[in-house]
């Protein structure tokens, strides 16, 4: 029995307009060895079929599991890398996209890099807005544009990247899963797990992942977790970190900790410094601005002034010569009335 060389593990519930994409992202692949595991997590079945029913090739490819209660964003990863027979396996969540060319990239790297557990490429942000059946765009960003590379030390500041850019070895991703029930940076975890344990990879270049966000939708349903549940993101984030940092002091002590901590303490308070003078060069510059806006008002009310005065200096050339004889004459007429009153 022959198995597929990567496991597509896509988790939806209930939300049929993004999957419809999503398995068009999928099946426009130009690498055809994988499987198509879709965890339909608590949603109806019957839409999910109709959709598969659609795509003739790819429905060969999936197996649609239903879960009856839904298990949650992790326990549905969990479930997928638990039923997924590829070497590899990736992330395709229902509201992302591909580049055609993602997994034959992908795929490529971990094989020429057997030390790699993982592999990640240039990820792209597409902000859009759901309208009815459409989705409508309204800018996009490269997502950390200055990495060209993922390490330890950059997981240990954030998330470097997000499933739907990542691939993963499946053996090492099994053993490297978190323990406990995480709703969200389940992801963030795993990738620092791999990368505690060896190299990760990445693909510089274009963007080959899209992933797909929602900046107005705060609707858990439809929304993206890192808007609609971005408080939790946060808890979480500093729970984990407090359970590490638990971990190293009561084997090490409070020493290096203290140490780094006041460090980063007097690199805060500069920053804070930083910002208030950065604040204030704004605010002179505000004010700058407005008194140079006032000169350029100035300006072109002189120059209106100029051009009337050069257009009323041209009209009085074109007066007819008797005219001017005519001032003249009254002009000399004024000056002998005042001289002969002066005399009197």
Known sequence: ???????????????????????????????????????????????VAQLLAEKSVLSQKTRLITNPISRGRDGAWRQGVHEASGTFYAVHDDDD???????????????????HSAVAVRLEVIAEEQNGDDFTELFRWIYQPHDNYLSLGNFLRANKTVPIATLYRTEAARE?????????????LLNLSLALKGPFGFIEGKPLAFWHQRPNDFSVDTGNSITSLSQLHQQLDSQIRDTYLREY???YGLGLVLHLSGLHER????????EREIADLHRQMQSLSEEIRTLNEYRHTITNLSQQMQTLIED?????????????LSSAVIRKVRRWRHRN
């Open 267 to 274: 690199l805060s308070c500069k920053l804070d410094r930083q």
């Open 176 to 188: 490297a899963m978190p323990e406990g029930n995480f709703p969200v940076v389940e992801d963030w």
């Open 316 to 328: 009085l050339r074109t007066i007819p010569r008797p005219v001017h004889t005519v001032v003249r």
């Open 249 to 251: 002091v009561s084997e």
């Open 97 to 115: 996209t591909w580049d055609p060319e993602f997994l034959q990239k992908t795929t490529d790297f971990l094989h020429a890099h057997p030390t």
């Open 1 to 47: 029995m022959s198995f597929p060389q990567v496991s597509i593990i896509l988790r939806t519930k209930n939300r049929n307009r993004f999957l419809r994409r999503a398995l068009e992202s999928i099946d426009s692949q130009v690498f055809t060895n994988y499987e198509l595991l879709i965890i339909n997590d608590g949603g109806a079945e019957e839409p």
